[in-house]
T-cell receptor
């Protein structure tokens, strides 16, 4: 039982490049979330998916898109990366309101 | 904008002391409250949750909730150096199918041997 897994662990991009962050959970949870964490800013919700087939914007969705591929997988895409998107990205999942986090992806945009 | 406020710290306590972490929230309709621990470079880990007014104890940890004052706290008894971490308070405002959490910015706790 791996819980929530994320790939990659680290990534460096140049401004304007695109990439997809992958997240998967094996806990049969309905809801999944993407957060970013910046120094002094705490965890901020980017997008979430309350159930398979649905996605909604969070607090900071601009510059991102998501796909809930199936119940297990929820991906986050940066279409044209900007230096302001340098951050640590966490995926989480929950059955109800107890959220469990993946190990994170540290992204640097040059 | 729903807000969750925490003292950023750092809060420094000696080993064996009680560490007290505090959190206030703006949405009076908030239903459930969580404390996460985050070690440096790691992901947040759920350590306590509380839904009702009063105290909830789990080992060395006690969560306290006062909905009238919109205040939730975490007490750590017999603090250990391994408790040194950032503690995040999180609040969920609804009892329905929306399980979004609003997080505070965290309090850095240092336990000195």
């Amino acid at each position: 039982n791996a819980g929530v897994t994320q790939t990659p662990k680290f990534q460096v991009l140049k401004t304007g490049q695109s990439m997809t962050l992958q997240c998967a959970q094996d806990m049969n949870h309905n809801s999944m979330y993407w957060y970013r964490q910046d120094p002094g800013m705490g965890l901020r919700l980017i997008y979430y998916s309350a159930s398979e087939g649905t996605t909604d914007k969070g607090e900071v969705p601009n510059g991102y898109n998501v796909s809930r591929l199936n119940k297990r997988e929820f991906s986050l895409r940066l279409e044209s990366a900007a230096p302001s998107q340098t951050s640590v990205y966490f995926c989480a999942s929950s059955r109800e309101d107890e959220q469990f986090f993946g190990p994170g992806t540290r992204l640097t945009v040059l | 904008q729903k807000e969750v406020e925490q003292n950023s710290g750092p809060l420094s306590v000696p080993e064996g002391a009680i560490a007290s972490l505090n959190c206030t929230y703006s949405d009076r309709g908030s239903q459930s409250f969580f404390w996460y621990r985050q070690y440096s470079g790691k992901s947040p880990e759920l350590i306590m949750f509380i839904y009702s007014n009063g105290d909830k104890e789990d080992g060395r940890f006690t969560a306290q909730l006062n909905k009238a004052s919109q205040y939730v706290s975490l007490l750590i008894r017999d603090s250990q150096p391994s408790d040194s971490a950032t503690y995040l308070c999180a609040v969920n405002e609804s009892g329905g199918s929306n399980y979004k959490l609003t997080f505070g910015k965290g309090t850095l706790l240092t336990v000195n041997p």
